[in-house]
């Protein structure tokens, strides 16, 4: 098993801070009396004495199963989670990684491994200059360094695991923002306070482009023989971009990634219940897999939860 804003206002109030500025000055005064620049420490300290500032966290829980019909898990998971900064100047930072193999001689279980930790050490080692010190920035846009991990993926996964695949989806937040790569049918929702689940992401399957289509219900889909075919899949055939958008974090609510196992035999319903009853995070994606498995436990089950605090 594998267990892998600021506003601008902000910005600008701490960039002003420190600038040299002219003291307006009585007739008969110097003019070119500038102040002293304060350090980011010493800003910080007289912000404090006004302002009480509680950093947004992330809460985040995960669990996995291999399923009732299953003698080995082809799934893999990864979670990653930091506070970038202090004080005021701090903001979460996160990864959260889903993938799930395809592919037999045990092969599903390798390319969904290596996927994951290939898009995690890229992603973990562009970020380190940011982890190391807030203050830094990123030298490439933040979709392009997404895009990029993926493809090393794809060739990290055609030599490991030849003849194999897997699904990916991958969210990556920093402070407010999510932004999300993703390729196969594993999914990334939305789960708002008020019952609403939605789908973040768009399933590479055939059932799911027959249905776009108007070919087929989503009734049809659900039984469709070939519901599990996918069209796009990372380390099988000549690659293919994977989806990459940003969006907020949802907020106030949750953001949940699962793999087929789940979202295939538990109804949204079912989702937001078993989310909104637990006691905790944690508890709430072990009730998630139970439910799984209640439902028969199909396929692998892997889940996992994140929940931005503020």
Not at 73 to 93: C, H, R, V
Not at 139 to 167: C, F, R, W, Y
């Amino acid at each position: 098993m594998n267990r892998l804003k600021k506003e601008r206002s902000v910005k600008s109030f701490f960039k002003n801070l420190g600038r040299q500025k002219k003291i307006p000055t009585e007739i008969g005064l110097d003019q070119n009396i500038t102040t002293t620049p304060l350090s980011g420490l010493q800003i910080q300290a007289e912000i404090s004495k006004y302002i009480h500032y509680e950093p947004s966290q992330l809460v985040v829980g995960c669990g996995q199963s291999v399923g009732k019909q299953r003698d080995h898990n082809e799934d893999s998971l990864f979670t990653f989670t930091i506070t970038l900064g202090n004080g005021i100047n701090s903001q979460p930072f996160g990864l959260y990684i889903i993938a799930d193999g395809m592919g037999g001689h045990q092969y599903g279980e390798v390319a969904s491994n290596v996927a994951i930790r290939t898009v995690a050490s890229y992603l973990i080692r562009k970020f380190h200059p940011i982890i190391a010190d807030a203050s830094v920035t990123l030298d490439e846009p933040l979709q392009e360094i997404m895009q990029n991990a993926v493809k090393e993926a794809q060739h990290a996964v055609m030599k490991a695991a030849p003849g194999s695949g897997t699904t990916l989806t991958a969210v990556l937040i920093l402070g407010q923002q999510m932004t999300i790569a993703h390729i196969g049918d594993s999914r990334a929702y939305s789960v708002q306070p008020d019952g609403r689940v939605s789908i973040l992401t768009r399933d590479h399957s055939l059932v799911r482009r027959l249905e776009e289509l108007g070919q087929i219900t989503s009734d049809e889909a659900a039984i469709h023989p070939q519901r599990n075919v996918l069209y796009r899949a990372l380390g099988q055939g000549e690659f293919l971009e994977a989806d990459i958008f940003t969006a907020p974090v949802p907020q106030p609510g949750y953001l949940f990634l699962c793999s087929d196992g789940l979202w295939g035999v538990v109804s949204d319903a079912e989702i937001f219940r078993h989310i909104s009853e637990a006691k905790n995070i944690q508890s709430a994606c072990q009730n998630l897999v139970a439910a799984a498995n209640a439902a028969g436990g199909p396929d692998n089950i892997s889940v996992v939860l994140v929940q931005l605090l503020s």
